[in-house]
């Protein structure tokens, strides 16, 4: 049975239109900014935001897609604990593809990096002001 019947559903895993919605915006940012980068910086600058807008959007989806996993009718304490592992899974999904970032590519533009990694995060302040 499903809960939410806007929800994508495939495979057991039930990601909710919303969290879809803030995904694809920021692909968008990432994808934006990169080319930006790129036509400002050359190619390692649009790489390297490429890759840091990747962190955050793979980080971003491996909790939405943790978190939803437990549905409210199984109790407060499973949603609760999902919500705490997929916390978990983001950062080590962070840190992790931070790493393979720095220690794979010795071109590495930092600043494009960073600037794509935390202008994704601005996205879930427009979803404050979406209008459903």
């Not at 499973?78 to 840190?95: D, G, I, N, P, S």
């Not at 930092?110 to 600037?115: A, D, H, S, V, Y």
């Amino acid at each position: 049975m499903n809960c939410c019947p806007d929800c994508v559903t495939e495979h057991k895993v039930t990601i909710p239109p919303q969290i879809l919605w803030i995904l694809a915006w920021q692909l968008g940012f990432t994808l934006i900014f990169a080319a930006l980068a790129g036509l400002g910086e050359g190619e390692h600058a649009c790489l390297s935001a490429l890759m840091g807008g990747g962190i955050a959007l793979v980080a971003n989806f491996s909790y939405a897609w943790l978190s939803t996993r437990r549905k409210v009718q199984e109790g407060a304490k499973k949603v609760y604990r999902a919500q705490m592992w997929a916390e978990v899974l983001k950062f080590a999904v962070t840190v992790i593809l931070f790493t393979l970032v720095f220690s794979k590519y010795r071109q590495v533009s930092g600043l494009p990096l960073f600037i794509a990694y935390l202008s994704t995060y601005a996205v879930f302040w427009l979803a404050l002001l979406r209008k459903d």
